[in-house]
């Protein structure tokens, strides 16, 4: 079986839950035979090393190291994972501080070692945030780096799934913009049930109004049902889907759902959030956006909630000011 490409793939946290996750989607999709795990924690890190040996896949020259130089160097491919964990209790907006400072290392470490990559995925959060800084720091062009924001798509069409007891494939255009996180924006108009499209089934009564709002609840509550369910943050979904970005930049089948892509233009300025998007060969590229009045006026707030993190960012001085940001990346001018 052939692999979608032949180019170093490196993924960053390799010895978390996240990563070895990635680690092993990533062969088992066989995206490419050079896959590099990289992670500080070397033990953990041998650890997976020693587990993916274990699973006998054909063809693999994988390698894996502590040393950052190492790990980057000559990669094509990144997908990083490699911040604090959400544990109990926290929001995403709690690990802004620490995981705002390693996106930043994790940048200037790209731009060193390897500023020819083709594209980067974003996984750990804030995703939004760290996937801003990274793009700062790396100096890289904005469709190069892609964060990810699927997850609340997807937990969407679950939940509708389960109301309608119907199979997932049947919910289609569920759609989640802005922030990954407690302010996104939950879209409706975009929705349909076996073709019927969600909204009307609101308006008729199909789907109760205060049915829905408690859909959306869940939805925007996903990652802490996870926490409370499992004892530990989501794992497994955020794996799979940042590797089918990934493979997507390989070139392979074009991503389906909305990514975190970096917006300066029209209503929204010097942000990375979720938009509608494909990420193809040529990278993240943003597409048109619909949605009715009042989900536009739900996106400006998701937005007004990021740049607020932004700012708080930009205070604690991890990153500089907005029109400082052009001297370490000329493509953000």
């Not at 199979?167 to 019927?196: C, I, L, N, W």
């Not at 970096?262 to 938009?275: L, P």
Request: net charge negative; charged share 25%; hydrophobic share 40%.
């Amino acid at each position: 079986m052939e692999f979608l490409t032949n180019e170093k793939l490196t993924i960053v946290g390799a010895a978390g839950m996240i990563g070895s996750n990635m680690a092993q989607t990533a062969m088992m999709m066989r995206l490419t035979p050079n896959v590099c795990l990289y992670d500080p924690y070397a033990p953990a890190l041998e650890g997976v090393a020693e587990e993916m040996r274990h699973c006998g896949f054909e063809g693999m020259n994988l390698t894996f190291t502590s040393d950052v130089r190492e790990a980057l160097t000559g990669a094509a491919y990144v997908v990083s994972s490699g911040g604090a964990a959400r544990k109990a209790g926290m929001t995403r907006e709690d690990l802004l501080k620490g995981n705002a400072e390693i996106a930043k290392e994790f940048g200037e470490n790209v731009r060193r070692y390897c500023p020819d990559v083709r594209h980067i995925v974003v996984v750990f959060n804030p995703a939004d945030i760290t996937g801003l800084i990274t793009l700062v720091y790396s100096g890289l062009k904005p469709e190069c780096v892609s964060t990810l924001a699927a997850l609340d798509s997807t937990r969407l069409r679950s939940e509708l799934a389960k109301y309608f007891h119907v199979p997932e494939d049947e919910v289609t255009g569920t759609r989640t913009y802005g922030g990954h996180g407690e302010q996104m924006a939950v879209f409706e108009s975009t929705a349909a049930v076996k073709g019927k499209p969600l909204k009307q089934m609101i308006d008729d009564g199909t789907l109760p109004a205060a049915d829905w709002e408690v859909i959306r609840q869940k939805v925007v509550q996903g990652g802490k049902n996870i926490i409370e369910l499992r004892g530990r943050s989501s794992f497994q979904s955020p794996a799979y889907l940042s590797i089918e970005m990934i493979a997507a930049a390989m070139g392979g089948a074009p991503f389906r759902w909305p990514a975190g892509a970096y917006v300066n233009s029209g209503d929204f300025r010097h942000i990375m959030m979720a938009m509608e998007t494909t990420i193809d060969k040529n990278g993240v590229t943003l597409l048109p956006l619909g949605g009715t009045p009042e989900e536009r006026k739900e996106l400006e707030k998701s937005y007004q909630h990021l740049c607020k993190l932004r700012d708080e960012v930009i205070e604690m001085g991890i990153l500089p000011r907005i029109p400082d940001w052009h001297r370490l990346n000329p493509y953000l001018g």
